[in-house]
């Protein structure tokens, strides 16, 4: 809730706390999940987009682009309708 506190201690501290360490994720595996591979000493050198699972566009997501209708089942087009009443109505007649 301190924003620039956090910001602050940011500046001071983000290389330590960007730092990643060697994991699980950096020992590879066989077809059946057990690992094969020899624990390396050093991760590897990831960029941003690596990190944190993006791809490098800045393309806005589709859930914040207007006029795009969210995709829905069967099932959860119930939590979007106007009234429970109307929900009812909608599943007794679907069934």
Known sequence: MELERHLR?????????????????????????????????????????????GDGSDEIPWFFQGGRKIPTSRRSRFLTMPSSRTAFRERRCSR
Do not use: R
Request: no cysteine; aromatic share 12%.
């Open 9 to 53: 201690s940011y500046q001071k501290l983000h290389e330590k706390w960007d730092a990643l360490s060697v994991g699980a994720n950096d020992v590879e595996l066989d077809q059946e999940g057990n690992a094969v591979g020899v624990f390396p000493d050093d991760p590897p050198a990831l960029d941003y987009n690596k990190i944190y699972g």
